[in-house]
């Protein structure tokens, strides 16, 4: 089950909601296998970095300007913003380890 | 101390599922560790139109789930997590993943293979911005743009042919002058108006890393040596798969090629450890004889475990190579 504190974003409001602290950004879409495995572990990093980190989710289907915008040309990717800047892409699987080092050198 | 498990299974693909399912009906109450690459190559393809059983075809996704369910519905624990280690050398075995350790009488590897990389360096870094292993999961940001397919065997007829229905042109890339796929997915390809082959020509260059995404292949030709330049916005790599054995090196024989040695069955050279599904098949690699070798490593724990698998004659003689 999907973490409740785990935002959506959309294209029409993205620059905004990069715009101020740690920002992960899972970009997905409903017939991608590999997001479906990624999922879960986007939902723990949530629940355990609380607070300290945004999570986020955008269905590159019905947003299609922003995965455009950051060159995403294969999903999953995830992307980690800070303060607005990008700081990180992590293209395909990932362990949760990696992604929790990596989360953390910019926090 | 006391063993967590009396099979523990790493890996979740046709083999270490249906290892998984006759564990379970044995009632011993099996424990799969799922993997990164949960479900395993099927995951990422399409139609299987030749897993016996299924006359119009099944998804592959489909496929894994219906698996998965069977293995669970007869006891099967199955968890998230990849192995970051193993040891085999004490026991009971200990496998650690990320900060948990489990033990096991037993274990059954059913790791597969993944997607073989061109070993340009640039591919990996173009990965995600036009370069892909995944057709079905990179398709879609090729829309009304021309691609390239590099590879000549089924994984890579495949992903022509799924993406010829996204692409304006699939250019087909291969080191030899025919192909090594299937008859029926040779023909699929050819009668696919938009696939077009290039004959012995490798990709020796992707541009552009200063650009930050693929706009040309660079290739060779295999015979002349001439060099040309090829403009596609994507490039999908179906050249094969490399076993991923990485946790046993030093601790389990291996072939030359990486995949783990098995003998009489699917034991591996060390007593109570088996091997089953690609990890250890560099010749068939199909989802029913991966499926058939993981019936196999769990009737051949069951009989380890029991005290009924008998020594065989010949535990891998050859010093040189175990």
């Given at each position: 089950?999907?973490?409740?504190?785990?935002?959506?974003?959309?294209?029409?409001?993205?620059?905004?909601?990069?715009?101020?602290?740690?920002?992960?950004?899972?970009?997905?879409?409903?017939?991608?296998?590999?997001?479906?495995?990624?999922a879960p572990i986007v939902d723990q990093l949530a629940e355990e970095f609380n607070g300290r980190l945004t999570v986020a989710k955008v269905d590159i289907d019905e947003n299609p300007m922003t995965p455009s915008r950051f060159m995403v040309r294969g999903i999953p990717t995830l992307l980690l913003f800070k303060d607005g800047d990008l700081k990180e892409t992590v293209v395909g699987l990932e362990t949760k380890d990696r992604l929790t080092q990596i989360i953390t050198k910019h926090l | 101390m006391s063993t967590d498990r009396q099979v523990i299974i790493i890996g979740s693909g046709p083999a270490g599922l249906t290892a998984a399912l006759y564990a379970a009906r044995a009632n011993l109450k099996?424990?799969?560790?799922?993997?990164?690459?949960?479900?395993?190559?099927?995951?990422?393809?399409?139609?299987?139109?030749?897993?016996?059983?299924?006359?119009?075809?099944?998804?592959g996704p489909d496929l894994m789930q219906e698996m998965r369910l069977q293995a669970?519905?007869?006891?099967?624990?199955?968890?998230?997590?990849?192995?970051?280690?193993?040891?085999?050398?004490?026991?009971?075995?200990?496998?650690?993943?990320?900060?948990?350790?489990?033990?096991?009488?037993?274990?059954?590897?059913?790791?597969?293979?993944?997607?073989?990389?061109?070993?340009?360096?640039?591919?990996?870094?173009?990965?995600?911005?036009g370069v892909s292993t995944c057709a079905t999961c990179d398709g879609f940001f090729f829309k009304g743009l021309p691609v390239a397919v590099v590879g000549g065997g089924d994984t890579a007829m495949e992903e022509a042919i799924y993406l010829s229905k996204l692409a304006t042109q699939v250019t087909v890339i291969h080191r030899r002058d025919s192909l090594r796929a299937s008859k029926?997915?040779?023909?699929?390809?050819?009668?696919?108006?938009?696939?077009?082959?290039?004959?012995?020509?490798?990709?020796?260059?992707?541009?552009?890393?200063?650009?930050?995404?693929?706009?040309?292949?660079?290739?060779?030709?295999?015979?002349?040596?001439?060099?040309?330049?090829?403009?596609?916005?994507?490039?999908?790599?179906?050249?094969?798969?490399?076993?991923?054995?990485?946790?046993?090196?030093?601790?389990?024989?291996?072939?030359?090629?990486?995949?783990?040695?098995?003998?009489?069955?699917?034991?591996?050279?060390?007593?109570?450890?088996?091997?089953a599904g690609d990890v250890q098949d560099h010749i068939y690699r199909q989802a029913v004889t991966a499926a058939g070798s993981g019936c196999m490593a769990a009737i051949d724990a069951e009989r380890f475990l029991s005290g009924t698998l008998h020594e065989s004659s010949h535990e891998l003689v050859n010093p040189t190579t175990a």
């Open positions: 089950m999907a973490s409740e504190k785990v935002k959506t974003f959309t294209d029409a409001t993205f620059t905004d909601d990069v715009k101020s602290g740690v920002v992960l950004v899972d970009f997905w879409a409903t017939w991608c296998a590999p997001c479906r495995r990624i | 099996p424990l799969v560790i799922e993997g990164i690459e949960a479900g395993g190559q099927l995951m990422l393809t399409t139609m299987v139109e030749n897993y016996p059983g299924f006359r119009g075809g099944i998804m669970e519905h007869f006891g099967a624990d199955i968890i998230q997590g990849d192995v970051s280690s193993v040891d085999v050398s004490v026991r009971p075995f200990r496998i650690n993943v990320d900060k948990t350790q489990y033990t096991a009488d037993s274990l059954i590897i059913a790791t597969g293979a993944s997607a073989k990389w061109l070993d340009l360096g640039v591919d990996k870094k173009l990965s995600g911005r029926v997915m040779q023909d699929k390809a050819f009668n696919t108006p938009n696939i077009t082959f290039l004959w012995n020509r490798e990709v020796v260059d992707i541009k552009d890393l200063d650009q930050g995404k693929v706009t040309a292949l660079v290739l060779r030709d295999t015979k002349t040596g001439e060099k040309s330049e090829l403009a596609v916005d994507g490039v999908f790599i179906g050249i094969g798969h490399t076993p991923n054995t990485a946790l046993f090196k030093g601790q389990l024989a291996m072939h030359d090629n990486g995949y783990l040695k098995t003998h009489d069955g699917s034991r591996t050279s060390v007593r109570g450890v088996f091997a």
